[in-house]
């Protein structure tokens, strides 16, 4: 089955300063690689997501690369602002196949 | 307009008891899913529903048991709580099997056994 591992489980940065997370899978096959969003006592929401036929995806201050060879994919958000301080989780699935998540990485932008 | 509902929000039982927390998506979507989210926030598949049929069960202990009357709803029943379930448990929905579109969550249930 799919294996998802996330890095780093926790980042703290400066606001204004940018952030990376990175993932990377086991399964060649996965096609789909969301990013959910999850702020404390909140649910996960899907905050961009990008397909395998893409390389690279923005939304604003937010951007998601994907590197299909080396089976890696990473969320990139620029300019932090305290309101981006959450736990952000990366998946990936294929087909019918349940997503598989990673472990969530807690992002703490300081004033 | 909640699109996927679950009740209730906070259960707080003992250890021992039968408990259920409930399901309802508006979203016409096929495919329905429970988490588990222990207290160091991994997401953990429980079960995914397709039109009412279990498509997956990731070796949850048969003390859970999802019951979905029809596609738009997903109820868990967990029998003999134990202290080890205390988590927040999480319905998703997708249009369709698989994972090839987004998952919508609900808010979430956090359930605490004493």
């Known amino acids: 089955g799919e294996n998802v591992e996330q890095h780093p489980s926790t980042l703290s940065v400066q606001e204004g300063d940018s952030a990376v997370i990175k993932c990377t899978y086991s399964d060649s096959a996965s096609n789909y690689f969301p990013w959910y969003k999850q702020e404390l006592g909140k649910r996960p929401q899907l905050i961009i997501d990008i397909r395998s036929n893409v390389g690279e995806k923005k939304d604003q201050r937010i951007a998601v690369t994907l590197n299909k060879t080396a089976k890696h994919f990473s969320l990139h958000i620029t300019e932090t602002q305290p309101e981006d301080s959450a736990v952000y989780f990366c998946a990936a699935s294929r087909g019918s196949y349940i997503p598989t998540f990673g472990r969530g990485t807690s992002l703490i932008v300081h004033p | 307009d909640t699109a996927v509902s679950q009740t209730p929000k906070y259960l707080v039982t003992q250890m021992g008891n039968d408990k259920s927390i409930k399901c309802e998506q508006n979203l016409g979507h096929d495919t329905m899913y429970w988490y588990k989210q222990d207290s160091k926030k991994f997401l953990k598949i429980m079960f995914s529903y397709n039109n009412k049929e279990l498509i997956i069960n990731e070796t949850v202990p048969n003390r859970f048991s999802p019951k979905s009357p029809d596609k738009a709803h997903l109820n868990l029943h967990i029998n003999s709580l134990e202290l080890g379930d205390s988590a927040v448990y999480f319905c998703?929905?997708?249009?369709?099997?698989?994972?090839?579109?987004?998952?919508?969550f609900g808010q979430g249930t956090r359930l605490t056994v004493v």
């Open positions: 998703a929905s997708s249009p369709q099997a698989g994972g090839i579109t987004e998952a919508f």
